[in-house]
């Protein structure tokens, strides 16, 4: 069964430091979806794409947060420079229905600690 | 603001009973979705509900819809340890990603 990849899985950085997420997603799915899940509370989108071009980004912390998916497949959520507050898990999810509130398929997730 | 409100937050039940999570949004609900969670792991797809009154069921899982009142509740039936997590509503407001609740954590003791 197809699944959407995240790596790494645990990450552990010290403030002020720069981290990287990676999501690949189902194969054809042209919607990606970068959520924020803070201990204790449902998931934030931070971003979505639809291909390559960024659709809703209105939540993504500008100034330290930045995304891409450059080729329309693959995606990557960079925090520089990562803060105490940014500790949380970092989701990645695709969809096949562009435009449209569907099924999503998450991954297992990239957790963060900043220490 | 939250637009969807979960209730309970947390809920710990004895194996082999009944229960019941409510979902409640703050805007119109053209669909509603239910997300089950394990613990540090990534989101599992329930069911989608798109009519009022519409009612679906999965295994011992069964949710239904009011979109009168904006709700959704999702109930387990003899509960099961397999069935402990976090479930999280999501609601699609302007069409595009979901927003999700806070969830409500379930444990479940033998």
């Known amino acids: 069964e197809a699944e959407v990849a995240q790596s790494p899985r645990y990450k552990i950085t010290e403030k002020s430091q720069a981290v990287a997420f990676w999501c690949d997603p189902i194969?054809?799915?042209?919607?990606l979806y970068w959520y924020r899940q803070i201990l204790g509370q449902g998931p934030e989108l931070l971003v979505q794409?639809?291909?390559?071009?960024?659709?809703?980004d209105s939540q993504l912390p500008k100034d330290r947060f930045s995304a891409e998916r450059l080729k329309g497949v693959d995606s990557t959520l960079k925090i520089q420079p990562a803060e105490l507050g940014d500790s949380a898990m970092y989701l990645c999810a695709s969809s096949s229905l562009a435009g449209a509130a569907g099924e999503l398929f998450f991954g297992e997730g990239s957790r963060l600690t900043v220490l | 603001s939250q637009e969807l409100e979960q209730s309970p937050q947390s809920l710990i039940v004895q194996e082999g009973k009944n229960l019941t999570i409510n979902c409640t949004s703050s805007?119109?609900?053209?669909?509603l979705y239910w997300y089950k969670q394990k613990y540090g792991e990534g989101l599992i797809f329930l069911m989608m509900?798109?009519?009022?009154?519409e009612e679906k069921s999965h295994e011992k899982i069964t949710a239904k819809l009011d979109e009168k009142k904006q709700q959704s509740s999702l109930h387990i039936t003899a509960s099961q340890p397999s069935h402990a997590g976090i479930y999280l509503c999501?609601?699609?407001?302007?069409?595009?990603?979901?927003?999700f609740g806070k969830g409500t954590s379930l444990l479940v003791t033998p």
């Open positions: 509900l798109q009519k009022g009154g």
């Open positions: 805007k119109t609900l053209y669909g």
């Open positions: 999501g609601a699609g407001f302007s069409g595009y990603a979901l927003n």
């Open positions: 794409f639809q291909d390559e071009s960024v659709v809703d």
């Open positions: 194969s054809g799915h042209a919607t």
